[in-house]
T-cell receptor, first 110, second 115 residues
Framework: QQQVKQSPQSLIVQKGGISIINCAYE??????FPWYQQFPGKGPALLIA?????SEKKEGRFTISFNKSAKQFSLHIMDSQPGDSATYFC?????????FGTGTRLTVIP | NAGVMQNPRHLVRRRGQEARLRCSPVKGHSHVYWYRQLPEEGLKFMVYLQKENIIDESGMPKERFSAEFPKEGPSILRIQQVVRGDSAAYFCASSVRRGSDTEAFFGQGTRLTVV
């Protein structure tokens, strides 16, 4: 059972473009939604996170949009750069554990 | 100021052998999570432990897999009688406390290959 569904599986964006990754969750007990970034051969690292009582959070070029009624949230990467090329995971978390989406492999073409 | 340390980074085992994966959390962290990553399948939750206690093992196969986090020493994920399907990257994460807004820090993973 996939508690967090993520799309697309892969994404190719031109340098300077906007990358958009979408996620949907099932578990209404989730109360925190982080995004993790993973480079090849490395472990995931926290990128940005949002609580469901907020509709948007922005940190630099990264923005999370959250729609509680639809149980959906998305990551927008503005002015995408080749260094952003990585796999991105959305996640939902409650008191006991952290469930991840299946990941999106982002490639930013120079 | 070391982060989460996992060893070994790469582990090769023959079918039927045992695999032991070690995870030393960030100093001061008493909560540990184990995940398995397969290509195209993301990170699958396996088990959540606090010192000397298993809090949630709902993602762990009932047979051959076990985990512990003793009072002293690293957390251990143990896979007995490994099969080819166990080949994957196993990641450990730690956090300072339980709670939904607590950042989990990940290690670099152990890549297990069963031949």
């Amino acid at each position: 059972q996939q508690q967090v569904k993520q799309s697309p599986q892969s994404l190719i964006v031109q340098k300077g473009g906007i990358s958009i990754i979408n996620c949907a969750y099932e578990n209404t007990a989730f109360d925190y939604f982080p995004w993790y970034q993973q480079f090849p051969g490395k472990g995931p690292a926290l990128l940005i996170a949002i609580r469901p009582d907020v509709s948007e959070k922005k940190e630099g070029r990264f923005t999370i949009s959250f729609n509680k009624s639809a149980k959906q949230f998305s990551l927008h990467i503005m002015d995408s750069q080749p260094g952003d090329s990585a796999t991105y995971f959305c996640a939902g978390t409650g008191a006991n554990n952290l469930f991840f989406g299946t990941g999106t492999r982002l490639t930013v073409i120079p | 100021n070391a982060g989460v340390m996992q060893n070994p980074r790469h582990l090769v085992r023959r079918r039927g052998q045992e695999a032991r994966l070690r995870c030393s959390p960030v100093k001061g962290h008493s909560h540990v999570y184990w995940y398995r990553q397969l290509p195209e399948e993301g990170l699958k939750f396996m088990v959540y432990l606090q010192k000397e206690n298993i809090i949630d093992e709902s993602g762990m196969p009932k047979e051959r897999f076990s985990a512990e986090f003793p009072k002293e020493g690293p957390s251990i994920l143990r896979i007995q009688q490994v099969v080819r399907g166990d080949s994957a990257a196993y990641f450990c994460a730690s956090s300072v406390r339980r709670g939904s807004d607590t950042e989990a820090f990940f290690g670099q993973g152990t890549r297990l290959t069963v031949v």
